[in-house]
């Protein structure tokens, strides 16, 4: 998760913790790239990511991880906006970035945990249905 404001942070990461979610948690946007591609390949299953972060904004970010990645939103890892900004020009951006969906805040724990679990049985599905032996051929 990445997050700026160290609040909004730790009151998110504690109540995915208590629905039984490991959570790996950066300050901005940078941190969450470099963490991201630090880590061994399916460490994590999903990414929510803050908008308006300094360093790195979540725009940004999403970029860095998708180029990472070297493939398209659909296929890669999950990545959520969580942000105050709900305008449809917002969401349109987060969308254009490579961002998956959009959940907007204040955070409805409900609404987060339903959005995470949709976007990982998705990635899981899609993940299940490719045939790895094929590519590169």
């Not at 990445?2 to 490991?22: C, V």
């Not at 609404?111 to 990982?120: D, F, K, M, N, W």
């Amino acid at each position: 998760m990445a997050e700026d404001n160290e609040l909004n942070r730790e009151i998110a990461a504690t109540l995915l913790e208590e629905q039984g979610a490991a959570i790996t948690t950066a300050e901005n946007g940078r941190e969450a790239v470099e963490l991201f591609q630090n880590a061994p390949q399916g460490t994590f299953d999903a990414v929510l990511m803050d908008v308006m972060m300094p360093e790195m904004n979540g725009l940004e970010a999403t970029r860095a991880i998708r180029a990472f990645e070297h493939c398209p939103p659909e296929s890669g890892i999950p990545i959520i906006a969580m942000t105050a900004n709900v305008f449809a020009d917002d969401v349109k951006a987060c969308l254009e970035a490579g961002m998956n969906s959009h959940v907007g805040k204040p955070l409805d724990m409900q609404v987060l945990a339903a959005e995470i679990c949709r976007q990982v049985r998705r990635h899981t599905a899609l993940l299940e249905s490719t045939d790895f032996t094929k590519l590169g051929n």
